[in-house]
């Protein structure tokens, strides 16, 4: 059974940073891409981005709104994507979705819980 | 690239079937069959529903289907149960390596 499991999310003040993690079971982790979404209280879905699998590079892709400030990297031997996010901003608040995405086939099928992040002071 | 165009709500009663619609432009939905949706009940996890268009995963009732035209993709949801009351999300490859949400549309079962 795939399970998608995020930790790391919590209560941080503007303009720090904080790491999420996302472990993976119950699949081959390096055969696929990784991507994070987030949901912003009573909002909808955004995608903030993906990570490949090193077949196809281990390269990166990111929203807008966060690139040059969120970095997603992998670790394929503890099975454990993570989303690093810097320069937080208030807007930033929302639960963060890990997914499981096919890549170039761009959907998610597996979807981790969630973990909350709040951005305040 | 700006979010999906889906109607805030739809409603329908039991047995009947409802219509979702996803309106995007020609550099998203318009330009590939690689539109997604998804089933997200109150404090849950997003579920993929169809993928690729019209595609079930396997374990989703065949009740769903899904399809496109143009510029807009479309959820069908035929026999409406209680159960499948719920926000349901499109998602879109957008070009350039990047993907869309619509902005959800909350189903109502009467």
């Known amino acids: 059974e795939v399970q998608l499991v995020e930790s790391g999310g919590g209560l941080v003040q503007p303009g720090r940073s904080l790491r999420l993690s996302c472990t993976a079971s119950?699949?081959?982790?390096?055969?696929?891409?990784m991507s994070w979404v987030r949901q912003a209280p009573g909002k909808g879905l955004e995608w903030v981005g993906f990570?490949?699998?090193?077949?196809?590079?281990?390269?990166?892709e990111y929203a807008a709104s966060v690139k040059g400030r969120f970095t997603i990297s992998r670790d394929d031997s503890k099975s454990i994507a993570y989303l690093q996010m810097n320069s937080l901003k208030t807007e930033d608040t929302a639960v963060y979705y890990c997914t499981r995405v096919l890549v170039y086939r761009y959907y998610f099928d597996y979807w981790g819980q969630g973990t909350l992040v709040t951005v305040s002071s | 690239q700006s979010a999906l165009t889906q109607p805030a709500s739809v409603s329908g009663s039991p047995g009947q079937s409802i219509t979702i619609s996803c309106t995007g432009t020609s550099s998203d939905v318009g330009s590939y069959n690689l539109v997604s949706w998804y089933q997200q009940h109150p404090g849950k996890a997003p579920k993929l529903m169809i993928y690729e268009v019209s595609k079930r995963p396997s374990g989703v009732s065949n009740r769903f289907s899904g399809s496109k035209s143009g510029n807009t993709a479309s959820l069908t949801i035929s026999g409406l149960q209680a159960e499948d009351e719920a926000d349901y999300y499109c998602c879109s490859y957008a070009g350039s390596s990047s993907v869309v949400f619509g902005g959800g549309t909350k189903l109502t079962v009467l």
């Open positions: 990570i490949r699998s090193k077949a196809y590079g281990g390269t990166t």
């Open positions: 119950g699949f081959t982790f390096g055969d696929y891409a």
